[in-house]
């Protein structure tokens, strides 16, 4: 039988990344679309409850020097873990603990930000309870709280599959095989074939899901002792009996009807009363499994829909690229740009192309909206103007253009501008989190709060080397190194390069193109 006094997080290390959608300015940035007034993102204070080896809240310490922030978890090994990394940076604006939730009262302090993922569905009852507990009272008066969870409809199906396993490996205690095993029952049920087609399709879509599940989220998520999804409609009422109600999803695209048909638009304003009924029939008709839902206090005003006018205050960001340049801003002639995932835009209006189009200049950077109307405004050919009218109507124009396009993920809203650099300096220094994460794998978060790929060894060698102390040439030479030692192999025409000499060219010249594709990743500093 699995031993039920080990904590199951100090068997099988969860490893932490970044939550983009729970920083803090994601969080200060949906609460002011909905007329709040959240604290100042760079001096904020944040909480991560369940934090693991608390890297997301490294990456918001780092991020924000002036911010105060403190992460409990119950199991050690992560906590350890975390404690060096932060011992590491030198970081003193952040605290991890090996803390008890439950323990928690309204002594431990406020908090401006307070962050619950992957945890509510994984805990019984009274911790579920003491978790929103936590999140009214030690919540600040104009405070935001996201808590991620597993919903119905869409986990029914997931709930097959997890008591089948669960099951099967009801006697099995080591973590491994009872990830091996539980993968290999649900194989053997799919592949036997039998049942009518739709249990079959069913289970073979699971199997898709759990063979791609990474092992730690698997053993953790699937296999944990506790896995309770809930209907929304549940979570919000049980949200109100802790003096909580519904701001928004932490995905602003979760919560828009657009995304339905337009007779199915209709319907659902016939059938919900309310937001929280409205956003219950949206899962019923997306069959969702999972939401990640903001929380404030229950006096709160919010406005009904997200304002146009409060767009003003924010700064924009777009990865979008135009899909035919040149674009010409000053006419009507329509105009495609592209982004990542399929995202796009086609718009004719003149405003919106030159500001695309300056975004699209500027990224990975973020333009605040006053500047980008300016520049918009000159771009589409528009003459210099004092008439207050005029620009008002421009400004209207624009920040109902944005809103829509941040309502289809194809721009960022920011209340907070990250501090990085695009062009590397002579000598280049990297995000010293990044650098140190590079040591251990492929994957390292940027100052933009993401976790990115780091492409092949050389840029992973190369990013563990720009602390400042290098020039190019010495780079060039310490990578060189590198290859002597059999630490780096340079390639050419996907075959690896034995010779020493052509080794040392091909890092000369992809020394400068690899700088500069950091530097638009995000992870310079300098």
């Known amino acids: 039988m699995p031993d039920a006094t080990a904590n199951p997080y100090d068997t099988l290390v969860y490893p932490g990344f970044a939550l983009t959608q729970a920083h803090p300015d994601r969080l200060a940035t949906l609460a002011t679309l909905f007329g709040m007034t959240p604290a100042e993102v760079s001096r904020c204070r944040v909480l991560e409850l369940g934090c693991g080896d608390g890297v997301n809240l490294i990456g918001i310490a780092l991020e924000l020097p002036e911010a105060q922030c403190v992460g409990v978890d119950l199991a050690a090994a992560g906590i350890n873990k975390g404690q060096a990394i932060v011992h590491e940076l030198g970081l003193k604006n952040i605290t991890l603990q090996q803390y008890d939730i439950m323990d928690i009262g309204r002594d431990f302090g406020q908090f401006d930000f307070i962050i619950v993922h992957g945890l509510y569905s994984w805990v019984p009852p009274a911790v579920r309870n003491h978790i929103l507990t936590v999140c009214k009272?030690?919540?600040?008066?104009?405070g935001v709280a996201y808590v991620s969870y597993n919903t119905y409809p869409g986990c029914h199906l997931r709930d097959m599959t997890r008591n089948m396993m669960t099951y099967h490996v009801r006697?099995?205690?080591?973590?491994r095989q009872r990830i091996e095993e539980s993968r290999a029952l649900i194989q053997f049920v799919v592949e036997t074939g039998m049942g009518n087609e739709q249990y079959r399709t069913s289970l073979q879509k699971e199997l898709e899901s759990i063979l791609v599940r990474s092992d730690h989220a698997f053993f953790h998520d699937d296999l944990g002792e506790v896995n309770t999804p809930v209907y929304f409609h549940q979570f919000a009422a049980h949200a109100a009996r802790h003096g909580l109600q519904y701001l928004s999803e932490a995905d602003f695209v979760e919560i828009q009807l657009g995304v339905c048909p337009p007779k199915a638009v209709a319907v659902l304003k016939q059938l919900a009363s309310d937001r929280i009924a409205q956003e219950q029939y949206m899962d019923f008709l997306k069959g969702r499994r999972f939401r990640q839902t903001l929380l404030c206090h229950a006096g709160t005003k919010l406005a009904d829909e997200p304002s146009m006018d409060n767009v003003q205050h924010f700064s924009v960001s777009s990865q979008l690229r135009p899909e035919t340049p040149p674009v010409d801003c000053a006419s009507h002639t329509p105009a495609?740009?592209?982004?990542?995932?399929?995202?796009?835009?086609?718009?004719?209006?003149?405003l919106m192309k030159a500001a695309l189009l300056t975004l699209s200049n500027a990224w990975p950077h973020?333009?605040?909206?006053?500047?980008?109307?300016?520049?918009?405004?000159?771009?589409?050919?528009?003459v210099a103007t004092t008439d207050e009218k005029e620009l008002l109507h421009d400004a209207r124009v624009l920040a109902a253009s944005l809103?829509?396009?941040?309502?289809?993920?194809?721009?960022?809203?920011?209340?907070?501008?990250?501090?990085?650099?695009?062009?590397?300096?002579?000598?280049?220094?990297?995000?010293?989190?990044?650098?140190?994460?590079?040591?251990?794998?492929q994957t390292v978060m940027n100052l933009?709060?993401?976790d990115i790929a780091v492409e092949g060894s050389l840029e992973q060698q190369l990013l563990q080397l720009l602390d400042g102390s290098r020039d190019r040439a010495a780079l060039a030479t310490d990578l060189?190194?590198?290859?002597?030692?059999?630490?780096?192999?340079?390639q050419q025409g996907g075959e690896p390069i034995t010779d020493l000499k052509s080794a040392r060219h091909k890092i000369a010249a992809e020394l400068e193109v690899t700088l500069v594709e950091i530097g638009t990743k995000a992870l310079l500093v300098g």
């Open 171 to 175: 006697d099995v205690s080591d973590p």
């Open 448 to 450: 933009r709060h993401e």
């Open 403 to 441: 809103l829509r396009a941040y309502a289809g993920t194809a721009v960022e809203f920011h209340l907070w501008s990250p501090r990085f650099v695009s062009h590397p300096s002579e000598r280049p220094i990297a995000s010293p989190l990044a650098r140190l994460q590079a040591r251990e794998g």
């Open 480 to 490: 060189s190194k590198l290859v002597e030692l059999g630490n780096l192999t340079m």
């Open 336 to 350: 495609v740009f592209l982004g990542t995932e399929g995202r796009s835009i086609k718009t004719e209006h003149p």
């Open 366 to 382: 973020a333009v605040h909206f006053h500047d980008l109307l300016a520049e918009a405004r000159v771009l589409s050919g528009q």
């Open 137 to 142: 009272d030690n919540l600040a008066e104009h």
